[in-house]
């Protein structure tokens, strides 16, 4: 975990050796339960049942990547490519498997913190790779491939995202 978060220019490491990402959060106006903390939203103490995860999956309109990150645009790795006036990523040959190469996949600068929420779909993705339903070498173009998730909870919230 600490060579890992240490690639990050605002993961700080406390004097336990862990770290811990709140005050990252609240700098950055992130840290909150409800709708108006995007997809940042979390249960801040065990007894807050203020929010319920997955709901919006059942609203009429889904949350605008802007309204979900609540970050910079050039922190944001954009899936709706017309608001961000970008093309999609293209699947590098030579894709490497952690957070450097997925953050230059993204086109996305390192002191994004966009990877507190992007781990959902690199794990999904290296678990999908290790499983062998990625080909080697990824292919060029996007696929659509439909993932069900048994079991989940929170994780509805970050549908989106992925």
Not at 9 to 26: I, M, R
Not at 52 to 65: A, K, M, P
Request: charged content about 20%; some cysteine; overall charge neutral.
């Amino acid at each position: 975990m600490q060579a890992i978060a240490r690639q990050f220019p605002w993961a700080q490491q406390q004097s336990d050796g862990t770290f811990s990402f709140v005050t990252l959060k609240g700098s950055k106006n992130l840290l909150g339960t409800g709708t108006k903390f995007g997809w940042w939203t979390e249960e801040l103490c065990c007894n807050d049942r203020s929010y319920t995860w997955g709901f919006r999956l059942l609203e009429d309109q889904h949350i605008c990547e802007r309204g979900g990150w609540k970050l910079p645009d050039n922190h944001i790795p954009w899936l709706d490519f017309g608001l961000s006036s970008t093309v999609p990523p293209k699947a590098s040959t030579q894709f490497e498997q952690n957070w450097k190469g997925y953050y230059a996949w993204w086109r996305l600068p390192i002191d994004s913190p966009a990877t507190l929420l992007l781990h959902w779909p690199l794990t999904t993705f290296r678990l999908l790779s290790l499983l062998r339903f990625v080909p080697s070498p990824p292919p060029t173009e996007r696929h659509q491939l439909t993932v069900y998730l048994l079991g989940v909870e929170k994780e509805p919230d970050f549908v989106p995202i992925q």
